[in-house]
């Protein structure tokens, strides 16, 4: 196995549902991880209903060459109070929640719930502005941008995408791209996703910072 030195080499890191796991050999993952340049992991538990929120959640642990974490992803955000209470990590788990139309994010960005990231505030219609992205900023909430949106609707999810993330620039909030895999093909190599970061205008700089792991 390759020797990678964390504290000299960049951090990359994704967010994969959990299910990845159970696909291959932890072994195997961990080699095609580090292949693909990502030395920090986050299996993504998803929160459907009120019995997901009792649910044992194992991850792999993490080794010399890879940092393997927690997540949880919710998809209704009335159960984040369950999901909080069953939590007895020392260290909170990351919690992203998916995005809705503008009035539900809103809702989700006017108060810190919780939540770390809201993923993927797409619509068709706009459902992010300005005022989400000051609530954003203001709340310590970073938006997250599953990668797999802007294959599966390019159109609607780029033009957005790119509204979106000129505000957050300028409103410097924080952002997160995440390749939301649940298999290993589905994996996104470090180098397309840098490229297209870059049709979005963001100079390398930033985009290495955005791909770099940093505990909110």
Same mark, same amino acid.
Request: net charge neutral; glycine share 2%; charged share 30%.
């Given at each position: 196995?390759v020797?990678?030195n964390?504290k000299?080499k ?7 549902f959990?299910e ?5 050999? &932890? ?6 991880f ?25 991850v *792999? !642990? ?8 927690? $997540?949880?992803?919710?998809?209704? #955000?009335?159960?984040l *109070?369950? #999901? ?7 260290n909170? *788990?990351?919690?992203l929640?998916?995005?809705?139309d ?8 006017? @108060?810190?719930?919780g939540?770390?990231i809201l993923?993927? *505030?797409?619509?068709? !219609?706009?459902?992010?502005?300005? $005022?989400?992205?000051?609530?954003a900023? =203001? ?15 390019p ?5 957005? =995408? ?9 409103? !410097?909030?924080?952002? @997160?791209?995440?390749?939301? =895999?649940? /298999?290993?093909?589905?994996? &996104?190599? #470090? ?9 979005? /205008?963001?100079e /390398? ?5 955005? #791909? ?5």
């Amino acid at each position: 196995m390759v020797e990678i030195n964390l504290k000299q080499k960049q951090e990359y890191i994704d967010f994969v549902f959990e299910e990845i796991i159970d696909k291959d050999t &932890i072994e195997n993952i961990t080699n095609i991880f580090i292949s693909l340049k990502i030395t920090t992991v986050y299996f993504m538990r998803e929160i459907k209903q009120k019995s997901d929120c009792s649910l044992e959640f194992i991850v *792999p !642990k993490s080794t010399d060459e890879i940092i393997f974490k927690k $997540a949880y992803l919710i998809y209704d #955000l009335s159960l984040l *109070p369950n #999901l909080l209470q069953k939590i007895n990590d020392s260290n909170k *788990p990351l919690i992203l929640c998916y995005g809705g139309d503008i009035k539900q994010n809103a809702s989700l960005l006017e @108060k810190n719930r919780g939540v770390d990231i809201l993923l993927n *505030p797409i619509s068709n !219609k706009l459902a992010f502005d300005t $005022a989400s992205s000051n609530l954003a900023k =203001a709340n310590n909430i970073t938006i997250g941008f599953d990668l797999n949106l802007f294959r599966e609707k390019p159109y609607l999810s780029i033009k957005q =995408a790119r509204f979106i993330i000129f505000l957050l620039l300028k409103d !410097k909030v924080e952002m @997160k791209f995440l390749s939301c =895999a649940r /298999k290993i093909d589905e994996l &996104i190599d #470090l180098e397309i996703t840098k490229s297209l970061l870059f049709n979005f /205008k963001l100079e /390398k700089e930033t985009i290495n910072r955005l #791909l770099t792991d940093g505990e909110k």
